[in-house]
């Protein structure tokens, strides 16, 4: 049996790992610092997940999540990775 790809699911929205070279372009349109981002865990299946497709990836890399809203279409999230495991 193959492994489950929660990527694919109709339920996860979209995540996709931001470029190294374009991460200070994403803060300063976001005017925020890379440490002030929303974390997400090393651990989350989705992290996991783009972690099979790219590689290790290092705590701070900045994902990019876009989620189905039913009035805007779409709406953009960014969270940086963490080392710690949320409970």
Do not use: Q, W
Not at 34 to 48: E, G, M, Q, T
């Amino acid at each position: 049996m193959g492994k489950l790809n929660v990527l694919r699911h109709e339920l996860v929205p979209e995540h996709h790992l931001v470029k190294k070279e374009d991460e200070d372009k994403v803060l300063k349109e976001l005017n925020i610092a890379k440490d002030l981002l929303p974390k997400i865990s090393r651990n989350d299946p989705a992290v996991k997940a783009l972690e099979d497709i790219h590689g290790p990836l290092e705590e701070g890399r900045i994902i990019r999540i876009v989620r189905k809203s039913p009035t805007a279409g779409f709406s953009i999230y960014y969270r940086a990775i963490s080392g710690e495991i949320f409970k």
